[in-house]
DNA sequence: GATGAAAGGACTAAACC
DNA sequence: GGTTTAGTCCTTTCATC
């Protein structure tokens, strides 16, 4: 997943299972939940979802646990995505760490080098925060209007779980 | 924030105080600090801290609680920003909360409708995804190199701290 | 991995300033 | 708004099965 996030795997190499997964899937949803509590959800005593968490933070799996704001309720009345050209790479990211509107910043191919999400407090706020990009390379800002989904949990991966489109494409 | 985020405001109607804004950054780095050890960070008994938490939570300004997972761990090989068309409002909501390989979808202003940050297996996988959207619209995908900022925790908006450009721009 | 015990810490509610 | 106290619950560690 790049740079920013290290390669993990479970220490010994073992594979997650079905108690993982659960425990995975409880702990996107509710990061506060007691060890007790988590116990009783996925039918494993206490001591040992504790072992089995302090394994996956241990193993990378579990990166951390954050509160999630509102930042609407914070005063930022608006957010956006900007998408921004070829730039110098290191110029880049200093200006993407000096830069507290920041939410998200990824560095993707194509077009665009960068993707960022910001939250600004009003469309002035906005202007200032879009012309410190601008003045590096072009620059394309959309204002978020909705939000359908976002931090969807996710699973662990497993292939038989691909759909296939809705209409189905003949191989070549 | 759009209608997927409510408006929240203090239920008392008070504004944030320094001591809101110190639990808030807080729990936004570490969701599973205990209410006794964040008493402690920020110099509050906890009761009066667990209080504060539990009407930041009541007020909307926090929404929740999550555990951050390495996806790269779960088996995702590939993340990637999707931006889509424009199409048929209530389809492209649908599409998105059939397929869990999203992790964000937002609905932003101008040409792309949609903004979408997907997690799959490898190219094939990201086939299959992106083709589900591309059979409703144009469709435009980045594959996610690197991260340079991810869920930055955000503190109350304050105006005197916004940054003007590093070049300054004369006024009309 | 489950169970049980013991020690230390955390949470809630109440009384109070 | 804040603190302190008291009772209950949670967590960690250990041992045993």
């Avoid at 506060?32 to 990378?60: D, F, I, N, W, Y």
């Avoid at 009345?77 to 993407?96: D, T």
Wanted: aromatic content about 4%; glycine content about 6%; overall charge neutral.
């Amino acid at each position: 997943m790049g740079i920013a996030t290290p390669p993990a795997t479970l220490s010994a190499g073992s594979a997650l299972d079905g108690y993982d997964t659960r425990i995975l899937a409880e702990l996107q949803a509710d990061a506060r939940l007691t060890m007790a509590e988590l116990g009783r959800r996925v039918h494993l005593s206490q001591p040992a979802v504790s072992e089995r968490v302090r394994k996956l933070e241990a193993a990378g799996v579990i990166t951390g646990y954050r509160a999630s704001v509102n930042v609407g309720a914070l005063g930022y009345g608006i957010r956006a995505i900007i998408r921004v050209g070829r730039a110098e790479y290191a110029r880049v990211v200093r200006l993407i760490q000096e830069t507290p509107e920041v939410i998200d910043a990824y560095n993707v191919t194509g077009e665009d080098s960068w993707i960022l999400q910001i939250a600004v407090i009003d469309v002035a706020h906005l202007d200032a925060v879009v012309t410190r990009f601008c003045l590096m390379t072009e620059t394309s800002t959309s204002i978020i209007l909705n939000v359908a989904r976002e931090h969807h949990p996710m699973l662990p991966a497993r292939r038989e779980n691909i759909r296939p489109p809705l209409v189905k494409v003949e191989n070549a």
